[in-house]
């Protein structure tokens, strides 16, 4: 029978029960967002034998839960503390953790599109936006800036919706979430300030309402970070002293023009699997033989928005760069690009089909299995045959059980204590098992392990390690701290570790060398390390 033949009863079951069938657009998001975090978590987690150097770095610093780190603010490793605490160390966590971090900003910043276009549309920006390399290849640690990622995006969400519904309550939401992002990394600053720079332009919304809203803001973002504000007296601004170590200035506008040209390309690499996409849009479109029809253009409060919190991160950060004459360094772009999906596509004002977008999908999802391929098997198996080291092949679990084994022949007690660098460190944490944790004393520095100290190093006693591999940029490397703890070892030894190798070829050639020490307790029932 036809349509035309219909009843109209029927017909109307008939498109309800089509409606019925249809997946809501957030279930699509939803699969998208789990589907990334296995693909990504999985394939590194079973193919790489050891954490990246980050990751390692918060396995260390999440022994305690400090109010702040000597490198950084403490969130992420509060975070990392809570995982540990709940799924126990291994390799895979921080994958998963940081890919978890990514899929949820990219989820609110589908959020948010959903205020400026339909919600299929914004699920092709947010989809689109995915392949910015910062979202994928870029996710492979987690760290600060992957921390980061998800408190941004609610920043921003709760912003915009305060602004709009002019809710205290949002406000409230949006100092918590300004003052956490200030609390995973500094840089947070940016994207806050690009949003007060947005309040400024937007004089639609000088009124009494917005500034009662920015000081309950204002009150709550100051109460989240007084008890890390009251850290950074104590300890005479740790992290801002070692940012200044770290920092190289710049001498003359050749080197500033240089510096600006190295980041900016940098920049256009990581985002380039976003331009192809939008390219391969474009020819979709034309190639169309339905009816499409173009998005309506935003009203301009909407599209000031959406070009300042787009813009401004990258742009305030190049701008202090500039003006400090400070050298730009590639990653301070990673949180710059959660936006720029949504902005492309409110500009071009390219129509989406249903069947578009499904080539969009299934085009972003190759792109993700093809990076993410590359990028393990690149770092793993392809690096095992050309005998190139990388943090990926490193056997981390091999050095665990030999630190185990040497601790067991010498003494009875478990082993609590560990000094070295954080790369060995933190692969002594991600290899380690039970229910007692080890704790490491980062380059024998006790202001950078406040959890460990002199007394404990001499009740529970330490395995000293040192990295001696050929060309090895441990940060412990020549550490007087550590030699001296090193000198106090009543054992010691070396491992040639098969990195890339086998063990053969590590004994012949070095390169995994790991020199070992162990200190001997000397009251293991008196030993304290919190």
Not at 75 to 92: A, D, E, T
Not at 482 to 490: F, G, I, T, Y
Not at 494 to 523: D, K
Request: charged share 10%; hydrophobic share 50%; glycine share 6%.
């Amino acid at each position: 029978m036809s349509t035309d033949a219909m009843p109209l009863e029927a017909l109307g079951r008939a498109t309800a029960s089509n409606a019925t069938r249809e997946r809501p657009v957030w279930h699509t998001v939803l699969l998208l967002c789990l589907g990334q975090v296995l693909l990504w978590s999985l394939a590194s987690g079973l193919t790489y034998k050891a954490p990246e150097i980050d990751s390692a770095e918060q396995f260390t610093w999440s022994f305690s839960m400090e109010n702040g780190y000597w490198k950084h603010p403490p969130v992420p490793s509060w975070l990392m503390h809570g995982l540990l605490q709940v799924f126990g160390p291994s390799v895979v966590l921080p994958f998963a953790a940081a890919q978890v971090s990514t899929v949820l900003a990219l989820f609110l910043t589908w959020r948010l599109g959903c205020e400026f276009m339909s919600q299929r549309r914004a699920l092709v920006a947010v989809a689109l936006t995915s392949l910015v390399t910062y979202h994928n290849l870029g996710a492979d640690n987690f760290n600060h800036n992957t921390a980061l990622l998800p408190f941004q995006a609610a920043m921003v969400l709760t912003f915009y919706l305060a602004t709009r519904r002019r809710s205290l309550y949002l406000w409230a939401l949006v100092g918590l979430y300004a003052g956490l992002s200030m609390m995973v990394k500094y840089v947070a600053l940016m994207p806050i300030a690009g949003l007060l720079l947005y309040l400024a332009l937007d004089r639609a919304l000088h009124h009494r309402l917005t500034l009662q809203g920015l000081a309950v803001a204002a009150l709550v973002s100051v109460a989240v970070l007084v008890p890390h504000a009251i850290w950074l007296q104590t300890t005479n601004f740790l992290p801002f002293r070692y940012a200044h170590s770290v920092t190289l200035p710049l001498q003359g506008w050749a080197a500033q023009l240089s510096s600006l040209g190295a980041f900016a390309g940098i920049q256009l690499v990581r985002v380039w699997p976003l331009v192809l996409g939008l390219l391969y849009l474009r020819r979709l479109c034309r190639r169309s033989t339905e009816a499409l029809q173009p998005t309506p253009a935003l009203n301009p409060s909407d599209r000031l928005f959406l070009w300042v919190a787009t813009l401004s991160p990258l742009a305030l950060t190049v701008v202090y760069c500039v003006a400090t004459r400070t050298e730009l360094v590639s990653r301070w772009g990673a949180n710059a690009f959660l936006l720029a999906g949504l902005l492309a596509m409110a500009v071009l004002r390219m129509p989406v089909s249903r069947l578009i977008e499904r080539s969009i999908l299934r085009a972003v999802i190759a792109a993700h299995v093809v990076l993410c391929l590359s990028l393990v098997l690149g770092k793993t198996v392809v690096a095992e045959h050309f005998h190139w080291r990388t943090r990926a092949n490193f056997p981390g679990g091999l050095l665990a059980r030999n630190a185990m084994e040497e601790w067991r022949k010498n003494t009875s007690v478990p082993l609590r204590i560990v000094v070295s660098d954080i790369w060995l460190g933190g692969n002594i944490v991600a290899h380690s098992s039970g229910s007692q944790r080890v704790a490491v004393l980062i380059d024998g520095h006790y202001f950078k392990s406040p959890w460990v100290n002199a007394e404990a190093i001499r009740t529970c006693g330490a395995m000293v390690l040192d990295d001696q591999t050929r060309g090895a940029t441990g940060s412990a490397a020549n550490s007087p701290e550590l030699n001296r703890l090193m000198e106090q070892a009543s054992v010691s030894g070396a491992w040639n570790m098969p990195w890339a190798v086998s063990q053969a070829q590590a004994t012949e050639s070095g390169t995994g060398v790991v020199r070992w020490g162990i200190i001997l307790p000397s009251a293991p029932g008196s030993c304290m390390v919190r």
